[in-house]
């Protein structure tokens, strides 16, 4: 193995992708070459400095941004100011007819003359 | 696909308000990350993240399901990256990798980075800083492509496999080209810190 063909390698030995065979055959050639040595030891720490990079939280209002984008764009369809927690008019609807009917079951129970021919 | 984003997915695809808030408060800092990193820059991140999750609500019926809705995400978002930077690039933009003040900011408030675990006081923040910075600039010096696979892969901790679902890439250029990236990064790396 030469440098080329140990450098060539570097990536996958860092993901831990190297098969037993390749590994080995890595190892060996590290154990006995200084530069490739030198030369995976600045790879992994390029590699170590970039995982550690500090992760980048979205600013406090991002939620609130994107809402008010998808409100625009859709002329006032979505996202209306007020409305969270709104419920959908088809449960609207049931509850309404719900109540109307449990109203009309109760006058029929207790006034049972004003029953419909 | 777990039950849980199967839940989600049903009530984004009917376009459930408070499903839809929900998914941008569990994703939005993982899209934020990876599009400061793309673009280097916190006014265009914010700009460009919000746009993703824009896009996610007008074609949310188009998603299928087939991946994990993370990896539709980052597609999602890589290529608004790649779009932003186009049109920012006839305008002569660079993502420079100058980190903003409030980034710095947030950076020097922030819990001890792991970055910069081992000396305490304001030497070692400086020190932290300075990586940052020149990480950054190492990685808005590779091409938009390389740029992405190292962010992917390095930041994001992505499988090879889902790298190749988010960029469309086969798995065997995923890996060469990734590899080159890093390189690149490496020899950036060694200069600057000479």
């Given amino acids: 193995m030469d440098h080329d063909d140990a450098t060539a390698m570097f990536s996958a030995y860092c993901d831990k992708q190297l098969g037993v065979p390749e590994r080995a055959a890595l190892d060996e050639h590290l154990q006995s070459c200084l530069v490739c040595r030198r030369e995976l030891a600045k790879f992994e720490a390029t590699v170590e400095s ?61 006034h049972p003359q004003l029953r419909l021919p | 696909m777990s039950t849980s984003e199967r839940l989600l997915l049903t009530r984004l695809q009917a376009r459930d308000e408070e499903a839809f808030e929900e998914m941008v408060g569990l994703y939005q800092n993982k899209v934020y990350n990876l599009v400061y990193r793309m673009m280097g820059n916190a006014g265009e991140a914010e700009e460009v993240a919000q746009e993703v999750f824009v896009t996610v609500f007008k074609s949310i019926d188009s998603f299928r399901g087939d991946s994990k809705l993370s990896t539709w995400l980052y597609r999602i978002a890589t290529n608004h990256c790649k779009n932003r930077l186009k049109y920012l690039g006839r305008r002569s933009y ?26 305490d006081g304001p030497e070692a923040v400086l020190e932290g800083l300075e990586l940052e910075r020149t990480v950054q600039a190492g990685i808005a010096e590779l091409d938009e492509e390389h740029r992405t696979l190292v962010l992917l892969r390095d930041v994001e901790d992505l499988s090879y496999d889902e790298i190749s679902k988010v960029t469309g890439l086969e798995l065997g250029t995923v890996k060469s080209r990734l590899h080159r990236a890093r390189l690149q990064l490496k020899d950036f790396l060694a200069r600057w810190l000479k």
């Avoid at chain 1, 449960?91 to 009309?104: E, N, Q």
């Avoid at chain 2, 660079?94 to 000396?119: F, N």
């Fill in chain 2, 94 to 119: 660079k993502a420079t990798g100058e980190l903003d003040e409030a980034v710095e900011r947030e950076l020097q408030d922030s819990q001890p980075s792991s970055m910069r675990p081992h000396i």
């Fill in chain 1, 50 to 110: 970039v995982h550690k990079l500090h992760p980048m939280s979205a600013p406090p209002d991002f939620v609130a941004g994107v809402r008010d984008r998808i409100h625009k764009r859709s002329r006032g369809r979505f996202f209306r100011p007020g409305q969270r927690g709104r419920m959908p008019i088809e449960v609207v609807s049931l509850v309404t007819l719900g109540v109307v009917l449990a109203v009309y079951l109760v006058v029929q129970l207790l």
